[in-house]
């Protein structure tokens, strides 16, 4: 299947219940693209980093990161995984979370993560698929929605989306 990835420039909600908020993001995403592209089978995907009901979105700057780090350290937080498919005018979201449990970090530790620049455009101020692991020590769900991208959700909407033919 061959498939375009495309950024959607759209104004993104930044505060709410966090599975709506997830939600909304990759509607708002994915309706931008089939508006330029109609016809065509369009999926957004938002993710959302939340402790209770506060959400972490991409740190504007270094200080930003760092009071995310800090409030994330050694304690558990949730990775929502918004998706939504637009595919024949027919709209389908779902949202997947994942539980991360981060280690106690001393404030050498984050300094150092900060300085790879990983951060940065990374909702909750870190990406677990890179050195961002090591900050890891267990998480609870899927993987990929971590990463970015909520595979098994994806497939609950679409589960013929692999099949030969099956989208453009």
Same mark, same amino acid.
């Given at each position: 299947?061959a ?8 104004e993104?909600?930044e505060?709410?219940p ?8 990759a509607y ?5 693209v089939?508006?330029e ?7 957004g ?13 991409k740190?504007?700057d ?5 009071e995310?780090?800090?409030?994330l350290?050694?304690r558990?937080?949730?990775?929502i995984?918004?998706?939504?498919l637009i595919e024949?005018?027919r709209?389908?979201?779902? &949202? !997947?979370?994942? =539980?991360?449990?981060?280690?106690? /970090?001393?404030p @050498?530790?984050?300094e ?7 951060w ?9 698929q ?5 900050l890891v ?10 990463v970015?991208?909520?595979? &098994? !959700?994806?497939? =609950?909407l679409?589960?013929d989306i /692999?099949?030969? @033919?099956s989208?453009?």
């Amino acid at each position: 299947m061959a498939f375009t990835v495309r950024a959607a420039r759209v104004e993104e909600l930044e505060a709410g219940p966090p599975a709506e908020v997830a939600i909304e993001n990759a509607y708002r995403k994915a309706a931008a693209v089939a508006a330029e592209q109609p016809g065509s089978t369009v999926l957004g995907v938002d993710t959302v980093v939340a402790m209770g009901s506060r959400l972490f979105g991409k740190p504007r700057d270094r200080a930003a990161a760092r009071e995310t780090l800090g409030v994330l350290a050694g304690r558990i937080h949730s990775v929502i995984g918004g998706v939504c498919l637009i595919e024949g005018g027919r709209v389908r979201t779902l &949202a !997947a979370r994942t =539980e991360v449990q981060f280690r106690p /970090l001393a404030p @050498g530790e984050i300094e150092d993560y900060l300085d790879t620049g990983e951060w940065e455009g990374r909702a909750g101020a870190y990406a677990i698929q890179e050195r961002g692991a090591l900050l890891v020590s267990e998480i609870t769900g899927d993987y990929l929605n971590v990463v970015g991208l909520p595979v &098994a !959700a994806i497939m =609950e909407l679409a589960p013929d989306i /692999l099949s030969p @033919g099956s989208a453009t």
